[in-house]
């Protein structure tokens, strides 16, 4: 069941019975979560409640959760989720304490800014999950759980993309703001572009202007009309929310490349002549991670989820998918790539794209393993982290670094890329 207002639990959430078989189901329907014990003891289900910062409608990153309940609801007949929009801090946990009254289990703040204050009324409620994005703080309580999906895997796959269209060899990214979490995003992509240019022997300039905000429509079209007329880029993704860099890409007749999800397949935005590719996110499978906790009885449950491509669920229509994948028009993997951009791209690009996924959803390769981290001298200083000199090798290639180092303190843009004032 979905619900925006939140009925009470008793009488309207759907029941199952045997929930030693529900809870069987969910662990085969999720990757990693293995609790060492059930108790006799366990919830009878669940109701999942997500805060989102935004709107969802013409929204990536909300529609994107806001699907991912949807998701949830309809695999588990014992699961209900309920949502609220455009949720500030200063309303978190007045609306959450609401939904927990009425009988939320599991209360999820979908962005940092908003999502950190649960951690406040995390102990009063023991018995709920709080859980809230990670942008770049790692703080955790016993039941209140950090998230956020490897996004980067796909990135960079989509920027092995992006480096093979390009024919002006300008590439541009309409961005938010520098952050630990928009930096680490862009860094994915830029490695995958870079290895595309060093593959086929061209040289590729990559430009990112901040807009100072993931929702400012005007603005965004602004700087996407910029990148385009006075830095000659042909190929153009964002790392804000917005429609509007599509549009102007879709207007401009250059190739755009999506993030968060299928904005094709999805929302029908533009087509696959515009859309060379998009990355997919599936907030489902880190809330089926949570869930199978829930409804296992954990009470110490797993605090920080890092997934990626290796791990995945079973999701109501007997479809598996992982955490992030390219996707485009309800395609996945090389068959993603738009059939007007794919004559454009080299064989050998294709086969490279293919081969990292596979190994990417086999846990065999990932790029922020293999490859090396050379600062490019901007970023953004944290306290105790400054941004490291050009040309400094920060991680040489092949070493893996920690996913709390990755979360919290990766500060810095990889180089080769020109950040414009």
Known sequence: MIS??????????????????????MLLGTAMCAPAEVPEEVPEGAVLAIEHFSVIEGTTWSGAHDRAGKRIAE??????????????????????????????????????????????????????????????????????????????????????IAGALTETGNIGIVSAFPSVQVIRRQNGF???????????????????????????????????????????????????????????????????????????????WSDTDTVAVSFDTRWEVLYNYMLSEFLAGEENPTTVLYLGMDSSMVLADGTEVPTVDIMNDNKVGVDAISPA??????????????????????????????????????GLALEGTPIPAAGTTVKAAGETPTDEWLLSQFNFDVEGVTILE
């Open 4 to 25: 925006k207002l939140l009925p009470k639990k008793h009488g309207a959430l759907l029941r199952v019975v045997g929930i030693a078989v529900v809870t069987a189901v």
């Open 341 to 378: 951009a794919s004559p454009l791209i080299p064989d050998e690009i294709v086969q490279l794209v293919k081969d990292r996924r596979d190994q990417m959803m086999a846990g065999e390769w990932d790029p922020f393993t293999e490859l090396a981290f050379v600062s490019n001298g901007t």
């Open 190 to 268: 830029i490695l995958g572009v870079q290895d595309a240019a060093a593959l086929l022997n061209k040289d590729v300039n990559i430009y990112v202007k901040y807009v100072g905000d993931w929702y400012l429509p005007t603005e965004e079209r602004d700087i996407a009309e910029t990148l385009i007329t006075q830095y000659d880029v042909d190929v153009l993704t964002q790392q804000t929310d917005s429609g509007s860099p599509l549009d102007v890409a879709t207007e401009q007749g250059i190739w755009f490349v999506g993030k968060d999800m299928d904005i094709v397949g999805f929302y029908g």
């Open 75 to 160: 695999k588990y007949p014992n699961v209900e989720y309920v949502y609220r929009e455009e949720v500030g801090p200063d309303l978190t946990n007045p609306y959450a304490e609401e939904m927990i009254a009425d009988g939320a289990d599991i209360v999820i703040g979908n962005a940092e800014f908003m999502g950190m204050p649960l951690k406040d009324i995390a102990d009063k409620y023991p018995d709920v999950y709080f859980g809230s994005i990670i942008a770049s703080d790692l703080t955790t309580k016993r039941n209140f759980i950090r998230l956020f999906p490897r996004q980067y895997q796909a990135l960079y796959l989509e920027g092995l």
